[in-house]
């Protein structure tokens, strides 16, 4: 008896598959069907856009920015590769360039919103606050369940969420606390997430600055108290209200704490720290 070969899957029955598994979230299916589809097909533009997306979703911004680009040098009108492609130089902090992209994606739509929200956060980046809330505001319009407009709050009333967030970590944190000096800012330095490889994430709550306890010789002598940033304009717009600042607040010292003490996320809760 001939058994007949198993047909070949078509780039376009490939993509098909990938795009669903994009929505069951299943990103590493996603990313092996649509890289199937590109060895079938490589000019599939399709194929590189779902790529594109499930690379991002893995937190691979640098390496979907490379696709996002060789889809642009195809069609440099493509909106949402543009939006995509802006938002992942953000996130690798090449503001410059992420900056340049987005204004190109919103000279072709000037009320998308996903272009509207990345160039809402260049533009705090280049202290130009204002502005942002603008870009913020158009995005929320578009778009208010993926974009909502960012909570805001004085510096004052901020400090004083600090405050309160300070004094409901367990008690061991707060005794660390006591060798830590607490900074509040609008956003971390450029200097500071360029400090990592790859670099830090732009968006972050908070960071531990010193050289943690478990790093120290007994001879250290630290030169300048050790710092946890926590960072109020990246904490407003993931944060609905005062009272979900407060508990980012709380689990950003309890995390940057742990660094500070040489401790993972296992050890924290293992010593009532978390």
């Keep these: 008896m001939t058994i007949s070969p198993r047909p070949r899957r078509t780039p376009e029955e490939l993509v098909r598959r990938a795009q669903e598994a994009m929505l069951r979230d299943d990103f590493h299916d996603a990313e092996a069907y649509g890289r199937r589809a590109l060895m079938l097909n490589p000019d599939s533009l399709p194929a590189r856009h779902v790529v594109a997306g499930a690379v991002i979703e893995q937190g691979r911004f640098e390496e979907a920015s490379e696709i996002l680009e060789e889809i642009v040098a195809v069609d440099p009108d493509d909106l949402p590769a543009l939006a995509d492609l802006g938002s992942c130089l953000y996130e690798i902090c090449e503001f ?31 202290g130009h606050m204002g502005r942002a809330d603008d870009y913020f505001r158009r995005a929320a ?8 407009t960012p909570l805001r709050m004085s510096r004052d009333e901020f400090d004083r ?32 997430l360029m400090e990592y490889t790859p670099p830090l994430d732009p968006c972050v ?17 630290p030169k300048l108290p050790d710092v946890i940033f926590l960072y109020q304009r990246n904490l407003e717009r993931l944060c609905r209200d005062r009272e979900t600042v407060v508990g980012e607040i709380k689990e950003t010292l309890i995390h940057e704490i742990g660094i500070y003490l040489g401790c993972d996320e296992s050890e924290l809760v293992e010593r009532g720290l978390a």
């Design 205 to 221: 709550f908070g960071l531990y600055v010193g050289v943690p306890l478990s790093e120290r010789s007994p001879s250290d002598v």
């Design 161 to 192: 969420a600090v405050s309160e967030a300070m004094e409901s970590v367990p008690e061991p944190c707060r005794r660390a606390l006591a060798g830590l000096a607490i900074a509040t800012t609008d956003l971390p330095r450029e200097a500071d």
């Design 141 to 148: 319009q578009r778009d208010p369940e993926a974009y909502p």
């Design 96 to 126: 410059e360039d992420a900056q340049s992209v987005l204004s190109r994606a919103l000279e072709i739509d000037p009320l998308d919103a996903q272009a509207n929200y990345w160039m809402a956060l260049c533009s705090e980046r280049g």
